[in-house]
């Protein structure tokens, strides 16, 4: 069974400009949340959807955004990039939600400069 | 949200069992107790989980305290592979929404 996976990998922007971030969930899981990591402020919830719904959000701007579409797939975006965006982040499935374990995919590292 | 302490670090010898504390006395009666492992350039990894009674699964033994203001995550033979930072969270049963502590660092030793 395939992992989560997150594409592109690596990823350089410039300040103002918009990104889109892609993440395919594991075969048969509905829930995709999004998290971001920094070495200042460690491991950020961002927000989470479930059946193309969003069920929880974190404490970020409204500059970042997520979908989710009918087959489970998920995009975040974040625009009006700033140099504080430049993080590692992380996707994770999970069959149903709550109490659920989540599987993480490898990431995507946002450089802003 | 309800917060976990863990120690910033921890050093194990290879083969050797290893305990992690973490502290959650703000826990609430349907928060499940969580730990995930980061490896270096990897996402983090899922352990174990549990409610109220130790639970038992191939990668380690999650021990929750009586009063579940606490519990010990044990490595029972660490090896090399096992070093990485490890994450105590609670789940607060309201979808995934995660919150991730600084996590314990275990070095292991050969």
């Known amino acids: 069974k395939a992992g989560v996976t997150q594409t592109p990998r690596y990823l350089i922007k410039t300040r103002g400009q918009q990104v889109t971030l892609s993440c395919s969930p594991i075969?048969?899981?509905?829930?995709v949340s999004w998290y971001q990591q920094t070495p200042g402020q460690g491991l950020q919830f961002l927000f989470e959807?479930?059946?193309?719904?969003?069920?929880n959000k974190g404490n970020f701007p409204g500059r970042f955004s997520g979908r989710q579409f009918s087959n489970s797939r998920s995009e975040m975006n974040v625009s009006t990039l700033e140099l504080g965006d430049s993080a590692l982040y992380l996707c994770?499935?999970?069959?149903?939600?709550?109490?659920?374990?989540?599987?993480f995919g490898n990431g995507t590292r946002l450089t802003v400069t | 949200d309800a917060k976990t302490t863990q120690p910033n670090s921890m050093e194990s010898n290879e083969e050797e069992p290893v305990h992690l504390p973490c502290n959650h006395s703000?826990?609430?009666?349907?928060?499940?107790i969580h730990w995930y492992r980061q490896l270096p350039s990897q996402g983090p990894e899922y352990v174990i989980h549990?409610?109220?009674s130790n639970v038992n699964n191939r990668m380690a033994s999650l021990a929750i305290a009586e009063d579940r203001k606490s519990s010990t995550l044990i490595l029972h033979r660490a090896t090399l592979r096992d070093a990485a930072v490890y994450y105590c969270?609670?789940?607060?049963?309201?979808?995934?929404?995660?919150?991730f502590g600084g996590g314990t660092r275990v070095l292991v030793k050969p």
């Open positions: 549990g409610l109220t």
């Open positions: 959807y479930f059946s193309e719904t969003q069920r």
């Open positions: 994770a499935s999970s069959l149903t939600g709550a109490n659920s374990p989540l599987h």
């Open positions: 703000t826990i609430s009666g349907t928060d499940y």
């Open positions: 075969s048969g899981h509905r829930s």
């Open positions: 969270i609670l789940d607060q049963a309201a979808g995934n929404k995660l919150t």
